[in-house]
């Protein structure tokens, strides 16, 4: 039982390249998040996905782009980066009980430099 | 919306002596409440959470954290802390109204020896 897993752990992009962040998990939960993390920000949530199929966007979505694959799998693209983008990556998972999300589980991060 | 307030950005302790990280929230429907630790260069870990029940909850690491409905805060409590108790600490609530997780803006405890 891995949890959530995320890859890569550490990347480096120029201004104007693109990629996919990837996140899985094992744990069967319907809902998924991608934030980030910058120093005195606290978490940001970009976008989340509440069940397979559907995304919403999150506080900071603006440059990114979601996929959620199927019920383990969403991936964070980055079409053109920018270094306001240069951040540390996280994306986490948690089960519902009605409209109440229990805990969430976070994977161990990706740290992204944009040069 | 829901808001999360976590009223110190940094706490400075001495070793062995007590702590208290607050922790306000806004909404007053049905929450989750969630204490997060974060160590450095590390992901976010859970230190306990209150869904249910007894308004005193207890995590790991000597943590506990008491919810009070009509002040609307979870605190977090150590009676005694360590050296290794040294990170970024992160309320968060989950909210029926929104079905969304709202994060504190996190709190540093610094744990001199």
């Known amino acids: 039982n891995a949890g959530v897993t995320q890859t890569p752990k550490f990347q480096v992009l120029k201004t104007g390249q693109s990629m996919t962040l990837q996140c899985a998990q094992d744990?069967?939960?319907?809902?998924m998040y991608w934030y980030r993390q910058d120093p005195g920000m606290g978490l940001r949530l970009i976008y989340y996905s509440a069940s397979e199929g559907t995304t919403d966007k999150g506080e900071v979505p603006n440059g990114y782009n979601v996929s959620r694959l199927n019920k383990r799998e969403f991936s964070l693209r980055l079409e053109s980066a920018a270094p306001s983008q240069t951040s540390v990556y996280f994306c986490a998972s948690s089960e519902n009980v009605g409209a109440l999300q229990k805990e969430q589980y976070f994977g161990p991060g990706t740290r992204l430099t944009v040069t | 919306a829901q808001s999360v307030t976590q009223l110190d950005s940094q706490v400075p302790v001495f070793e062995e002596a007590p702590v208290e990280l607050r922790c306000n929230y806004s909404?007053?429907?049905?929450?989750?409440l969630f204490w997060y630790v974060q160590y450095p260069n590390q992901g976010l870990q859970l230190l306990l959470k209150y869904l249910s029940g007894s308004t005193l909850v207890k995590g790991i690491n000597g943590f506990e954290a008491e919810f009070n409905k009509s002040q609307t805060s979870f605190h977090l409590r150590k009676p005694s802390v360590h050296i290794s108790d040294t990170a970024e600490y992160f309320c968060?609530?989950?909210?029926?109204?929104?079905?969304?997780?709202?994060f504190g803006s996190g709190t540093k405890l610094n744990v001199k020896p």
């Open positions: 968060a609530v989950s909210d029926a109204n929104f079905n969304k997780f709202y």
């Open positions: 909404s007053s429907v049905s929450v989750y």
């Open positions: 744990m069967n939960h319907n809902s």
